[in-house]
């Protein structure tokens, strides 16, 4: 079946620094990509949709500036949090789509954690 | 707007079945039924979906009820590693691959031994 790699699993960084997550898409080409978050013992919140090769399409409340979405390929988006602060600690998940299809493939989510 | 209602908790015995409500009373005709689980800090993982007529596969049972108002997973036989939220989401069917899943605050199983 269709699989979703994302890295990493865990990070920690300190406040004002940035950090990259990737997600690829193992066997499939995956034309959109989702990014949500998820507070501890909460649901997930979706953050942003992206298409490869076009701008991501960022939800209400969502900063673009601090949360940068590159889907350059069709197997591959990142999602670089910038200036990371204590209240962005989070978990981070990608799901990702291909064309024509009904499902959504998600990654096993990136913990991240800012000191 | 999930569009959707769960219980936000339920217990099940280890090796009994577990049935899982969902309420989706505003369903249009043109809206799957789709249910995912989520076992802790993981992503969510994919059980079944649903359009009208009850589905099975080697995980669970969806049955929908004749109004499509409401749905139920079964999962026959439960394990200790069912424990999870349980989500159950609707999308249209023809959503386009742009169309997202939005997660309302799903159930959480609790299978005891």
């Known amino acids: 079946g269709a699989v979703v790699s994302q890295h990493p699993s865990w990070v920690i960084c300190k406040s004002g620094t940035s950090v990259k997550i990737e997600c690829r898409s193992l066997?499939?080409?995956?034309?959109?990509m989702f990014w949500y978050r998820q507070f501890p013992k909460q649901s997930l919140m979706l953050m942003a949709t992206?298409?490869?090769?076009?701008?991501?399409?960022?939800e209400q409340g969502v900063e673009k500036d601090k949360f940068l979405i590159n889907h350059a390929s069709l197997t591959l988006s990142t999602l670089t949090v910038t200036s990371a602060h204590p209240e962005d600690s989070s978990f981070y998940i990608c799901?990702?789509?291909?064309?024509?299809?009904?499902?959504?493939?998600f990654g096993s989510g990136t913990r991240l954690t800012v000191v | 707007d999930a569009k959707t209602t769960q219980p936000p908790s339920m217990d099940c015995a280890e090796g009994r079945a577990a049935n899982l409500p969902c309420n989706h009373s505003?369903?249009?005709?043109?809206?799957?039924v789709y249910w995912y689980r989520q076992i802790h800090s993981q992503g969510p993982q994919y059980i079944i979906h649903?359009?009208?007529n009850n589905e099975t596969n080697e995980m669970a049972s969806l049955i929908i009820t004749e109004d499509r108002k409401s749905s139920t997973l079964i999962l026959p036989h439960a394990t200790l590693r069912d424990t999870a939220v349980y989500y159950c989401?609707?999308?249209?069917?023809?959503?386009?691959?742009?169309?997202?899943?939005?997660f309302g605050k799903g159930t959480l199983l609790t299978v005891n031994p």
């Open positions: 799901s990702a789509r291909g064309q024509g299809g009904l499902g959504y493939t």
């Open positions: 066997d499939f080409q995956a034309t959109t």
């Open positions: 992206s298409n490869e090769g076009s701008k991501a399409t960022y």
């Open positions: 505003t369903i249009s005709g043109n809206e799957y």
């Open positions: 649903g359009l009208k």
């Open positions: 989401i609707v999308r249209p069917v023809s959503g386009g691959s742009n169309y997202k899943l939005t």
